[in-house]
């Protein structure tokens, strides 16, 4: 699976937008890019995933450049309960189910 | 989470003893996967099961740890002979068959805590 690069820490005041980035340089074209959040020891949730058009959910938008080497998870108000450590996950699907391969992740603290 | 149980929550154990950890996935999720995350530190795959099989182990300790998903029943996650290094979160996460949902979105459960002393 291909590298990610992520911010290790954000800050977002609540009711903001956080942008949360990341960068997957060596990503390939059967590839697709997927997000998750871990809030504080919880089980991880999915939040969002695509692979080359922008994607949007009720959780979150997801822009994805042209190029596909990097991508922005946007949370559109965040709020406190948005406080987690954020998860760009790149992998290919295959039509198999495979394994997640989690980085280090953003740290997102959203405060009043 | 979408319904994936997880049992116990917490356990303790002593160094030498066994632990056993039990995953029951969401119903008529057929995909299994156990994840690790030792404290202060990302998660890290240990082992996918399909019914009866075990798909991919790459991430499994070579001794001591093994992992089924029985045809019936909840899939177990074993630790023999546990020593203090294997404290940690243990998650697991279920998927289902290919469509309609989305290949390889995993739906975790809330983890078990193993605290050894």
């Known amino acids: 699976d291909a590298k990610t690069t992520q911010p290790p820490s954000m800050d977002c005041a609540e009711g903001r937008a956080a942008n949360l980035p990341c960068n997957h340089s060596t990503i390939s074209g059967n590839e697709y890019v997927y997000w998750y959040r871990q809030i504080h020891s919880q089980g991880p949730q999915y939040i969002i995933h695509g692979l080359k058009n922008n994607e949007t959910n009720e959780m979150a938008s997801l822009i994805i450049t042209e190029d596909r080497k990097s991508s922005t998870l946007i949370l559109p108000h965040a709020t406190l309960r948005d406080t987690a450590v954020y998860y760009c996950i790149v992998r290919p699907r295959t039509g198999t189910a495979s394994k997640l391969t989690f980085g280090t992740g953003t740290r997102l603290q959203v405060t009043l | 989470n979408a319904g994936v149980m997880q049992n116990p929550r917490h356990l303790v154990r002593r160094r030498g003893q066994e632990a056993r950890l039990r995953c029951s996935p969401v119903?008529?999720?057929?995909?299994v996967y156990w994840y690790r995350q030792l404290p202060e530190e990302g998660l890290k795959f240990m082992v996918y099961l399909q019914k009866e099989n075990i798909i991919d182990e790459s991430g499994m300790p070579k001794e001591r740890f093994s992992a089924e998903f029985p045809k019936e029943g909840p899939s177990i996650l074993r630790i023999q002979q546990v020593v203090r290094g294997d404290s940690a979160a243990y998650f697991c996460?279920?998927?289902?068959?290919?469509?309609?949902?989305?290949?390889?979105?995993?739906?975790f459960g809330p983890g078990t805590r193993l605290t050894v002393l």
């Open positions: 996460a279920s998927s289902p068959d290919l469509e309609p949902r989305p290949y390889n979105e995993q739906f």
């Open positions: 119903k008529g999720h057929s995909h």
